[in-house]
């Protein structure tokens, strides 16, 4: 049988970054011309027998669930979001940073709690697990508007530095989980490309065991909008 | 709630018009027939169950279950999966049948779904139950079945992925002392989630040869030998696997089989060998099936059974089989000729022609009575 590339899906922005320069680093040669403020969709690398989309990043698992993409790569937060029946297939320890609540500093327990978040599952499951009802508010974006505007008491949203809370007068209250990017495949190609993905998902395997050292709170300059 | 249009029709369910229906009858005879040469016999089963009994007694999570109620206030579902309404009809109405049974379905199985607006919620599955047998045989036989009747119905290439969910659990016990331990990593290989499982191992486990062995789990084997489970003492179930294994080799199937340990198949209730199978150019399992040895004693007639279940919607997008549509004659008639046509039509049927009866009312027919593409036969005024 022709070995078919693996198709990748990747997400724009900042894990695409790291998860390119994890993949250079494990010795897959991508150009460097190829990065996500390209306007190309696509780019195939028939030498290393991948093909590479990107898609927005709350995308990636859906692509990979229809199988239209063997691969992705996705941070924990879309796949506990998303709930898609993918496999997940290794740990990159890329992009970390954590789902955290947040409110106003001056935060209490209120009589009618609201939570504004644009990961209400995840909002939902925590708050659930805790015996706490409350009113999840889903927003698509600017969730740290939500206690200054009064809309909600609370939010739950991804944190990285902390920079945009600070900047928006808002701590940290709860952590709920911590994040990283994780490769994930698709159910019929982890069997029908098995020894494909088993290599390329071993490679990289090496490369993230190695780079432990990474302090997973250097600075970033963006924080997820 | 909005009113729906009239064309509507309740979420994940939907209309097979002709020629979708035409492929589903053609995939299912084709399945059947393959089902017979075993000697699998067709059942039927009611649409509705008890909760109490096969309700309960499924795999399927409660808040999947499409439930209502009786007049006496009992909650029925629709039929969540077929294997329990089987075991159930086995363990009253076939009590007394030789062992061991061997049955075949076509039928829907209904699964509530919570999101995602387009998933089906009515699946049309074809598979087989094969009750009373507990050898390795019972196994090929349903897993080579399984291959027949994919390849019967021409799918593109496939693949089945063999674990066995016994071995799994009596490794990992023997490995982790902690239940909660096994029960949690037993979750993440069930959920497909590997980093967890990875990172679960990493956290709990010190011992160097001990981790090597766990993450070793996670890699899909030619043969199931060169599996972690055959590192120590071998047990009855080792055994069972490799006889299965070695026969479905000497069978030529060592191409399409592979061993993959940390399979848990999608069913809580299975005890053995469970599999999978994935063909090309579709994203989702094309069947998947295992044995079952303690489903039978919650209707009470303890047996072990085997069987799979086929996903005919994923047949249909992988299978190149071509139903034409058969082609017809017309028969027009004018209205003073209707007997002569009637009886013309019906000649013609017992030959085994598709005869349709038309009547014409007009003389406008000529050039529809020309063309080419439509077998005509006129009976009227010559």
């Known amino acids: 049988m022709a070995v078919e590339p693996l198709t990748i899906a990747m997400p724009k922005g900042r894990i695409f970054e790291e998860a390119l320069d994890l993949m250079r680093r494990s010795g897959f040669a991508i150009p460097d011309e190829f990065a996500s403020d390209s306007r190309k969709l696509t780019v195939t690398l028939p030498e290393a027998g ?25 941070g924990k937060d879309v796949l506990l979001e998303e709930q898609r029946d993918v496999y997940e297939l290794l740990d990159l320890r890329i992009s970390p940073c954590k789902m955290a609540v947040a409110g106003l500093p001056s935060w209490k327990p209120a009589p009618n709690p609201r939570v504004a978040t644009k990961y209400p599952v995840i909002a939902e499951n925590y708050f659930k697990s805790r015996g706490e009802q409350v009113e999840v508010i889903k927003m698509n974006g ?40 994780r490769l994930i495949g698709n159910r019929a190609s982890y069997r029908m490309k098995n020894t494909q993905i088993q290599k390329l998902s071993d490679r990289l395997a090496e490369v993230v065991q190695g780079s432990e050292t990474i302090d997973p709170n250097r600075e970033r300059s963006t924080v997820d909008s | 709630m909005v009113r729906p249009q009239s064309f509507e029709k309740p979420t994940g369910f939907r209309d097979f018009t002709p020629p979708f229906a035409r492929k589903k009858r053609l995939l299912e005879e084709r399945l059947q027939r393959q089902f017979s040469k075993w000697g699998y016999q067709e059942i039927l089963t009611p649409t509705l169950e008890f909760y109490d009994t096969v309700g309960s007694a499924s795999a399927v999570a409660e808040q999947r279950m499409f439930k209502c109620m009786d007049r006496e206030g009992n909650t029925l579902v629709l039929k969540p999966d077929q294997t329990a309404p089987i075991a159930r009809v086995v363990a009253s109405l076939l009590k007394e049948e030789p062992l061991p049974i061997r049955l075949s379905y076509h039928s829907s199985v209904f699964r509530a779904q919570e999101s995602e607006t387009g998933r089906k919620a009515e699946l049309l599955q074809s598979g087989i139950e094969l009750i009373g047998l507990a050898g390795p045989e019972a196994d090929v036989e349903v897993i080579r079945l399984a291959m ?29 002392e902690q239940n909660e331990q096994v029960i949690a990593l037993k979750q993440a290989l069930e959920q497909r989630n590997l980093a967890g499982y990875q990172q679960y191992v990493e956290q709990w486990i010190n011992d160097q040869k001990l981790k090597d062995e766990l993450l070793a789990l996670l890699r899909v084997r030619k043969h199931p030998q060169e599996s972690p489970f055959f590192q120590g003492s071998l047990q009855t179930d080792h055994q069972h696997l490799l006889d299965a294994w070695e026969l479905l080799m ?6 399409s089989i592979v061993f993959d340990p940390s399979l848990t198949g999608n069913v809580g209730y299975y005890t053995g060998i469970v599999f999978e199978a994935y063909a090309a150019d579709s994203g989702f399992p094309l069947l998947s099936g295992g044995r079952y040895d303690q489903l039978l004693s919650s209707f009470k007639r303890p047996l072990p059974a085997t069987g799979f279940a086929l996903q005919l919607d994923r047949l249909l997008e992988v299978s190149s089989l071509q139903e034409v549509e058969p082609s017809s004659t017309w028969v027009y008639y004018e209205q003073a ?6 009886l013309v039509a019906q000649e013609m049927r017992e030959q085994g022609n598709v005869v349709i009866l038309k009547r014409v009312d007009s003389i406008l027919v000529d050039q529809e009575i020309d063309r080419d593409d439509l077998h005509v036969i006129y009976i009227g005024k010559e």
């Open chain 2, 250 to 255: 000497a069978l030529g199937e060592a191409e």
């Open chain 1, 142 to 181: 600017s969730i740290e508007l939500a206690p200054i505007v009064g809309l909600a008491d609370r939010i739950v949203d991804i944190v990285s530095t902390g920079q945009t809370l600070r900047e928006n007068g808002l701590v940290e209250l709860e952590e709920i989980v911590s994040v990283t990017s």
């Open chain 1, 50 to 74: 991948l093909q590479f989309f990107l898609a927005k990043p709350m995308d990636v698992a859906i692509y990979v669930e229809y199988g239209v993409a063997d691969l992705g790569v996705v």
């Open chain 2, 337 to 342: 000729y209707k007997q002569k046509a009637f």
């Open chain 2, 148 to 176: 027949e009747a994919v390849r019967a119905c021409e799918s593109t290439p496939f693949q089945i992925a063999i674990g066995h969910i016994g071995l799994l659990d009596t490794w990992l016990k023997e490995r982790i």
